[in-house]
């Protein structure tokens, strides 16, 4: 491993013949982090999680602050869940902007809003109030993302909409039409983590202690996929990309629509973005939700030490070696190799891994 | 799970810094901390080449003790 990429990576090998992918195969560099928290004391680990999490801090930290007070037999006070969920849903939304600002314009082509992105950066990571944090995103959102309110661009119909996505300059309509290329895999085929609440992960608590579940969950048996497109696939902008299959434009049209909601103050309930439970002596778990998805942290106290950590991610279930990146991969037939890699790194990044990759191609 | 690594800033020039972490040397862009007050000899946490967090010194070594626990338990492996 490279001594500064101690995060690992994936790699993705897919084999070619005559232009389709016949199979698929993930490899993952990714070390199991969490187990280098045993032994630790809950104030360690409280400021050690933040720091080795740092992509993704304030979840991670959150996570592990709930689950360790839930070990400890205490719960979140309705103050303490709510500013949880606000800070958690704020470092959502900039992971969505790097994601839509920083990462896709450089697979279409298109100039960074790097100036752009980092005063929005910082206006919603300073902002105090779920108002401040939608203020910030109206004007980024009504300004580069949609070139229209928020609100308005919410209630287009598929009529608006579609004449929106083929004119305007605004850049979440021209990511789209690069996409129009690359967007479709010919159907979507892996079912979606449904909502969950951190009481629903306690029956599952042994199989989340093991190292096999955490690299490769599943959800009563089958792997899922997490993150915007679960939470937002009802929508009405995005349900119909789902149906045709356009697996990567719905993705990021789930993105546009979950950060355009939260510029309108729909940021749903607090126990929606965090909460945790008790399972067992000594033991808690603690559901995030967080910009890739589900994040699930399991602790086990002992003799006022960690005993135990666990920590599933939201990566681990979209890249499952039977998930939704394989099974979608899996579905690529283009006319060249060209084509191939550039469906392959848009899928990819459609989903957001939070570790560097890259897509080989390898023929039959 | 998302890692980014520690390093510490050893000439500044604009917005792109040169730092090192490890005898291994990067140019990493401090354009998302603007605004934050940056000199050499400062640390930051570094995501795909961007500064994306100020910590202190003790905070970098901590990271660090973990990440070489972490590379030891893997080469003990291979």
């Not at chain 1, 930290?61 to 606000?86: F, I, K, N, S, Y």
């Not at chain 1, 300059?169 to 021209?174: D, F, N, T, V």
């Not at chain 1, 607090?270 to 033991?283: H, M, R, T």
Request: net charge negative.
């Amino acid at each position: 491993m490279n001594p500064l990429s101690p995060a690992g990576g994936l790699t993705f090998r897919l084999r070619l013949q005559r232009g389709c992918v016949t199979g698929v195969e993930v490899v993952s560099t990714r070390p199991q982090a969490a187990l280098l928290l045993k032994g630790k004391t809950p104030e360690q680990a409280a400021q050690l999680v933040p720091l080795l999490f740092s992509l993704c801090g304030v979840a991670q930290g959150v996570a592990a602050q709930a689950a360790l007070q839930a070990a400890q037999g205490r719960m979140p006070e309705a103050e303490q869940q709510a500013c949880w969920a606000g800070t958690v849903r704020r470092e959502a939304s900039v992971e969505h902007l790097w994601h839509l600002m920083l990462d896709w314009p450089q697979i279409c082509g298109l100039s960074r809003l790097e100036k752009e992105y980092a005063c929005c950066r910082h206006k919603c990571l300073q902002a105090q109030t779920d108002r401040d944090h939608a203020a910030a995103l109206e004007t980024i959102m009504a300004s580069e993302l949609l070139g229209l309110p928020a609100a308005e661009w919410l209630a287009q119909d598929r009529r608006a909409w579609a004449a929106w996505r083929e004119d305007s300059p605004a850049l979440g309509a021209k990511l789209l039409r690069c996409l129009g290329g690359v967007g479709g895999v010919g159907g979507l085929t892996t079912a979606y983590l449904p909502y969950t609440i951190a009481a629903d992960w306690v029956d599952m608590e042994q199989a989340i202690r093991t190292p096999a579940f955490c690299s490769a969950p599943t959800w009563r048996g089958e792997p899922r996929e997490t993150g915007v497109l679960a939470r937002q696939c009802e929508h009405a902008l995005v349900s119909p990309l789902r149906a045709a299959g356009f697996g990567i434009e719905a993705r990021l049209t789930a993105r546009l629509v979950e950060l355009a909601r939260w510029a309108c103050g729909e940021v749903g309930q607090v126990s929606d973005w965090v909460d945790a439970a008790q399972c067992g002596q000594d033991a808690g778990l603690a559901r995030v939700e967080t910009a890739r998805g589900v994040l699930i942290h399991r602790v086990q106290m002992e003799n006022d030490a960690i005993g135990e950590y666990a920590i599933v991610a939201p990566t681990e279930w979209n890249f499952h070696p039977h998930g939704t990146f394989v099974r979608e991969a899996g579905r690529i037939a283009e006319a060249d190799d060209a084509a191939v890699l550039r469906k392959a790194q848009g899928l990819a990044l459609s989903l957001d891994p939070c570790v560097a990759y890259e897509v080989v191609l390898e023929h039959a | 799970m998302c890692l980014a690594i520690p390093m510490q800033i050893v000439e500044i020039n604009g917005f792109n810094a040169r730092c090192t972490a490890k005898g291994v040397s990067r140019e990493v862009s401090l354009f998302l901390l603007q605004g934050e007050p940056m000199e050499a000899g400062d640390f930051v946490m570094v995501h795909t080449g961007y500064a994306i967090q100020k910590i202190t010194g003790h905070e970098a070594r901590s990271a660090w003790e973990l990440y070489d626990e972490m590379l030891a338990a893997v080469e003990k492996r291979e």
